[in-house]
């Protein structure tokens, strides 16, 4: 009985959550002033007279931004229920098919960056957490990962192991003279474009896992249960295990809020690595403010953070004895 | 908790290797953004300024392009002088000075980063302070806002004030920054708030018939204030990330240089291709360096404040 | 459990691989393929609102004529001839032998059928178009009611591409209108032009497969190159990269091409002196003729004489030194024509002779008084503004050179910078700016498109879209409107000579350099890329561009290595007149290369 109602409330919260953040993010572009589609008119060198009028109209009618506003918003959640997320300014093309084809590159490097980055920083962060011979030289080493802005460790990458010694490729996502096909050539290809993007991310992702594990380790080990259970005699093993199994909760909360981002793609890696993203749609839709697309990807983002929400608060509901204290109480 | 332990913590933060490792360097680099300019004869731009005579107005010259570091090299100036000048870190594309860029970069950076934590943790603990003390509807609906604005992109934000803008300023950029980067601040302070309103004392302070805001600063607050200047370094390492990253996907400053706009001027320019390092290895080298400092800063003060995380002998 | 873990992630691993639709595998020989690339995806393929792949103009669907942008001349292409039977009749007589690459033939039918097509779509309206009649298989008359503007008819000759009635005679224009002709739609694009396109891999790619049975053949050379692929390339630094390491042929990106050809000597351009890059059209710097003591023709053409385009070109942006005249390099026959050096010398003002600019200013009675370094206008000294946008590092540094050229002379520019859309072109579209550069008025096809689009000024809103500074002179309205009219070469020498004389004397804006165009070629598989010397084809490989020319560049490239016939050209009469329609919509590379 308890956790249905908490499942109920939860759910209302995020509906409303996301309708609010749906009308919002609609609601932001239309506010902006300027007219995208005169702007990106007259970006176009090649027009004669009375050549723009004509184009202004066409494409006014082809996206409705001639009818009212109240109209256009009406139209915006009939589509969104048709699976429709609009036709992109900038690319010609529907924008689901632009999300659609861009987004698996996006998870194929940032899936593993964050998984493997997650499991090696919190093991790393653990040991750092009981040991402090290792700590003393392991902890600035994190903090100096960790403190790296992600693209510039991506241009170093870039000129030591592409440019200067020539090791790996760093460009695109595969050889440009292959197809994507099942084959070893192309998964050789792909495998070696692969790791430094990976490698960018990964490495500085380790320093902040390994930080916050680490002092939740410490944190633990310090508290009064684990104190107690020393008293009591208790094996290290298992005073680290209840101390870990602590710990980790935090850590599966974050790792969950970064699959869920995941969706907004690595912005400047992708520039840096010309990886084909859905970084670069973004950016590109937000310097030439084409809204369709810019709304589109942002819906994304936030169906899937709010879909990481929820299901870290679900779990939580039965992993965290706290959590189901406070739905059972009242 | 009186005064004089909260001193006495300070002595002690002072003590802690960590904390003055990083308020060393932290210190190095404000130094370094304060008295730089006085070895370079160039502007912040990077060019050589030159009076005219007879009139109050400057004269630019640009430099030699793309000099290595520590190049010599003679200016002939508008008026025909020749000057010597030194480029420390050599020159970009353009022919502008790196190092005179790098300074003024860098004061931009840290300017951007103070602006932004200051609105950032004080928008974030005031909404976290009245979610957390008043709790209820209040709670429900403030923590609401919260997880609409942490699924909001932040450059959703930006792009909008941008168009509004005719330029983009740091000032600008900084509010940004703060206006995105508070909710986390007010979850986490909101929590401190719940476990605080509690404890005895609060209860024995609203016995006595305190009012809320009394009980606010005079209670809660100073139960806080170490765990409020954490979050407030927090704030400030996350907006020079953040902004360090507007600026490379070329949301930056439209009015100054920063050091994340150099970086982007240098992949612009094929730095990484033609082995320009001077260019793009200083810049960031510095934002990875003030914010490891920062790191420092913190976890020094969180072993004073929260000696559960000190380790012996340190 | 850490071994679930383990295991759950591999398969994630393994699954987020398997995300990707994979396609047979296939190779395209190095020696057979040109490599392009462009600064966005390929993600549409649209023939009408310009998608972005290179050569679905030109090369897949063709036009009647194809325009040479860098000589501002019309090759027949579809057309065997196109004329002026009568003062409102154009007509236009087709190559024998053209097919469909579905095997069928095109036929007048189809011509009529396209204009009108497009007319549906709404994106053309051709003034003063009575009817497209067809007078046999091969013949088709355009007739107008009333004068018709004949640049603007020239211009759709080169950018309305004919199509396929038989196929897209069941398309609805209102759904075409956001078709990406990619997938299933890929059908529809039967083209009569020597490629088709094979493949777009989303995003990635697009590959053009040479048509074998392509009619032109019969007239023009078979096309060299197998495959012509399309890489997306979103950075001018893995630009570079890619050519260096000779992954890519031909490129419009914005390179340090002195030191790219430094590293890979295999690396040409149209020059082969600095600045390599082709120059174009002159960049202007315009005045607000509106707001005093601008509004004064002798006050700017002080300024004209204090600035000096070879310090710009020296230490300002990749450039080369321009003349008087808005007119680029690339209307040489027209400026040869009209005599235009003989014009500026006797019209013109003299470059860098700040004493003379300084005499102008004085005798307008322009002086300093108070001893400051800066004259006064009714008391004030004066304080110019340029604007420019904080992306547009060239335009900027070309500013502060003016700003410097224009200290001596005693006036002050202050440069204020900003967004692209809402400060930049606000201000110009606004009229809130003193001094600005752009090129977009002498970006054009022929010489009266540019001096309409600088000098045309009836109202506010009735004007030439590049006329800023809101220059406003009858007489030059006139000549606009005489010159619109008439298909006669002497006639129309004859009106754009007076043009250039009021630009001269007028000075509207002052050309302060040339600017060029982004171009690398590598000759390592394929040599005979267009330049200076063999102007045949466009250097800008942006898609939009096909019937510009590009498409005459990639037809015209030939393997290196082996010995290569001469081509037999067909000889390109320059047809009728007109203006730039740019249906072309290049809005991203541009965008780009502004904001570098």
Redesign the interface.
């Given at each position: 009985m308890g956790f249905r109602r908490y499942l109920a409330q939860k759910t209302a919260?995020y509906a409303?959550?996301f309708l609010?953040?749906v009308t919002?993010?609609w609601l932001?572009?239309r506010?902006?002033?300027?007219n995208p589609i005169e702007?990106?008119?007259?970006?176009?060198?090649?027009?004669?007279?009375?050549?723009?009028e004509?184009?202004i109209?066409?494409y006014e009618?082809?996206y409705g931004l001639n009818e009212p506003l109240w109209r256009q918003f009406v139209n915006f959640w009939v589509r969104l229920f048709h699976g429709d997320l609009g036709?992109?300014l900038?690319?010609?093309?529907?924008v689901w098919?632009?999300i659609r084809?861009?987004?698996?590159y996006d998870?194929?490097i940032l899936?593993?960056a964050i998984?493997?980055s997650w499991?090696v920083g919190n093991w790393l962060g653990a040991i750092a957490g009981k040991n402090?011979r290792y700590?003393r030289w392991m902890m600035?080493l994190f903090?100096?990962l960790?403190?790296?802005?992600y693209?510039?460790?991506a241009?170093?990458l870039?000129?030591f192991i592409?440019?200067?010694l020539g090791w790996l490729p760093?460009?695109?996502?595969y050889d440009?003279?292959?197809?994507?096909?099942?084959?070893w050539?192309?998964i050789k290809s792909f495998l070696s474009h692969w790791i430094l993007p990976f490698l960018s991310l990964f490495v500085v992702m380790i320093g902040s896992w390994a930080?916050g594990m680490r002092?939740m380790i410490?944190?633990e080990l310090?508290?009064d249960y684990v104190r107690y259970l020393e008293a009591l005699g208790a094996s290290e093993k298992l005073m680290t295990k209840h101390a870990y199994r602590n710990a980790i909760l935090p850590q599966v909360t974050g790792l969950a809020l970064q699959l869920g981002l995941m969706v907004?793609g690595a912005?400047?890696t992708?520039?840096?690595f010309?990886y084909?993203g859905i970084g670069?749609?973004?950016?590109?839709a937000?310097?030439?403010?084409d809204y369709f697309l810019?709304q589109g990807a942002?819906l994304m983002?936030?169906i899937s953070?709010?879909a990481a929400?929820f299901i870290i608060d679900i779990v939580y509901a039965f992993i965290d004895p706290r959590v189901r204290a406070s739905y059972t109480e009242g | 908790m009186a005064r004089e332990s909260r001193l006495y913590k300070f002595r002690l933060a002072l003590k802690n290797n960590k904390f003055r490792f990083g308020f060393g360097l932290l210190l190095f680099f404000i130094i370094f953004a304060i008295i730089g300019p006085l070895f370079t004869p160039f502007a912040g731009d990077g060019l050589y300024y030159e009076k005219l005579p007879g009139s109050n107005m400057e004269v630019a010259t640009y430099s030699t392009r793309t000099l290595p570091p520590m190049t010599r090299e003679t200016l002939i100036t508008y008026s025909g002088r020749h000057v010597e000048v030194l480029h420390i870190l050599g020159t970009d594309k353009l022919g502008r000075d790196v190092y005179a860029q790098l300074v003024y970069g860098l004061r931009t950076s840290l300017w951007i980063a103070t602006l932004a934590a200051i609105i950032g943790t004080l928008l974030g603990i005031t909404i976290g302070f009245v979610a957390g003390y008043r709790g209820g509807l209040t709670d429900e609906l403030l923590m609401m806002f919260v997880n609409i604005m942490l699924v909001i992109p932040s450059i959703v934000l930006l792009i909008l004030v941008a168009a509004y803008l005719e330029a983009r300023s740091p000032e600008i950029q900084a509010l940004i920054i703060g206006l995105t980067g508070w909710p986390w601040v007010a979850r986490a302070v909101r929590s401190q708030t719940l476990s605080l309103k509690n404890r005895e004392f609060v209860n024995l302070a609203r016995l006595a018939g305190l009012s809320d805001l009394r009980i606010i600063f005079g209670e809660i607050m100073p139960n806080m204030i170490s765990y409020i200047f954490m979050v407030g370094i927090l704030q400030f390492s996350g907006a020079i990330l953040a902004s360090a990253t507007l600026d490379f996907i070329g949301l930056g400053p439209t009015t100054a240089v920063s050091l994340g706009t150099i970086l982007q001027k240098a992949i612009a320019h094929n730095a990484l291709q033609f082995g320009w390092w001077w260019w793009f290895i200083p810049p960031g080298l510095i934002i990875t360096l003030i914010i490891t400092a920062l790191f420092f800063i913190n976890l020094g003060m969180e072993e004073v404040f929260n000696p559960r995380l000190r380790r012996g002998g340190e | 459990m850490k071994r679930y873990l383990a295991l759950a992630i591999a398969v994630l691993l393994v699954g987020s691989l398997g995300g990707f639709a994979f396609a047979g595998a296939e190779d395209f020989p190095r020696s057979e393929t040109i490599y392009t690339a462009n600064s966005a995806p390929p993600t549409s393929a649209n023939p009408f609102q310009g998608g972005n792949i290179i050569g679905i103009d030109g090369l897949v669907f063709e036009p009647l004529f194809m325009l040479n942008f860098m000589t501002t001349e019309l090759k027949p292409w579809l057309a065997e001839k196109g004329e002026w039977v009568d003062s409102t009749t154009f007509e236009v007589k087709l190559r024998d032998g053209i097919k469909w690459q579905d095997g069928e033939p095109l036929t007048a039918e189809d011509v009529k059928f396209s204009f009108e097509y497009y007319e549906k779509l709404g994106l053309k309206k051709i003034e003063g178009l009575k009817e497209i009649k067809v007078v046999d298989d091969r013949t088709v008359q355009f007739r107008f009611s009333g004068q018709p503007n004949v640049w603007v008819w020239r211009s759709n000759l080169y950018t309305t591409l004919i199509i396929p009635k038989h196929v897209f005679e069941n398309l609805d224009p209102e759904k075409v209108k956001t078709m990406t002709f990619l997938g299933d739609e890929q059908k529809y694009l039967v083209g009569s032009g020597a490629y088709k396109l094979k493949e777009v891999i989303q995003q990635q790619k697009s590959i053009l497969e040479r048509n074998e049975d392509w009619w032109g053949a019969r007239y023009f050379n078979k096309p060299a190159a197998k495959y012509i692929i399309q890489l997306y390339i979103s950075s001018n630094d893995q630009a570079a990269n890619a050519f260096l390491k000779g992954d890519l042929d031909v490129a419009t990106y914005y390179l340090d091409i002195a030191q790219l050809k430094s590293q890979n000597p295999n690396i040409v351009s149209w020059l082969d002196r600095p600045p390599y890059f082709p120059p174009v059209v002159p960049v202007v710097l315009y005045f607000n003729t509106e707001k005093p003591p601008m509004n004064m023709p002798a006050f700017r053409r002080a300024i004209a004489m204090a600035i000096n385009p070879e310090q710009i070109v020296e230490q300002g942006p990749i450039s080369d030194v321009p003349d008087q005249t808005p007119l680029g390099p690339i209307m040489e026959n027209w400026k040869k024509k009209m005599d235009a050096p003989k014009l500026i010398e006797e019209y013109g003002w003299q470059y860098g002779n700040l004493e003379k600019a300084m005499g102008i200013l004085d005798q307008l009675g322009i002086k300093d008084t108070d001893g400051d370094g800066v004259r006064e206008y009714n008391g004030r000294p004066i304080e110019l503004h340029f604007v420019t946008c904080a992306g547009c590092s060239d335009w900027i540094q070309t500013g502060e050179i003016i700003a410097n050229q224009l200290k001596p002379l005693g006036i002050k520019v202050v440069i204020d910078k900003g967004d692209w859309t809402n400060f930049f072109m606000k201000k110009l579209n606004s009229g809130d700016f003193d001094l600005a550069l752009h090129w977009a008025g002498t970006f054009k096809a022929d010489p009266y498109s540019v001096y309409y689009s600088l000098m045309y000024y009836n109202n506010e809103t009735d004007k030439g879209s590049a006329n800023f500074g809101n220059y406003h002179n009858e007489r030059a309205n006139e000549l606009l409107q005489k010159l619109s009219a008439t298909p006669n070469e002497d006639e129309q020498v004859k009106y754009l000579k007076e043009l250039t004389r009021i630009w001269l004397e007028d000075v509207p804006a002052v050309p302060v350099y040339t600017g060029t165009v982004f171009y690398e070629a590598n000759t390592q598989y394929w040599t005979n890329w267009p330049n200076e010397k063999n102007p045949y084809g466009v250097p800008i490989f942006w898609p939009g561009f096909g019937t510009w020319g590009t498409a005459l560049a990639l037809l015209g490239v030939k393997p290196a290595g082996t010995p290569s016939p001469t081509t037999t050209d067909s000889g390109g009469s320059t047809c009728g007149p007109a203006i730039l329609v740019g249906l072309a919509l290049i809005p991203l590379a541009l965008y780009r290369k502004r904001r570098n």
């Open positions: 919260v409303i959550t609010f953040a919002i993010n932001l572009p506010l902006m002033p300027g702007a990106m008119i007259e970006s176009n060198l090649n027009l004669g007279p009375g050549e723009k004509i184009l109209r066409f009618d082809l036709y992109s900038l690319y010609k093309a529907p098919d632009l084809h861009s987004l698996p998870i194929v899936l593993p998984a493997l499991i402090r700590d600035p903090y100096f960790a403190s790296m802005p693209f510039w460790f241009m170093l870039v000129y592409g440019v200067k760093y460009q695109g996502a440009p003279s292959l197809v994507p096909g099942l084959n050539e192309f930080i002092n410490i944190y310090e508290a907004a912005i400047a992708e520039i840096v010309n084909p670069i749609l973004l950016m590109n937000a310097l030439s403010q810019l942002f983002v936030v953070v709010l929400n | - | -």
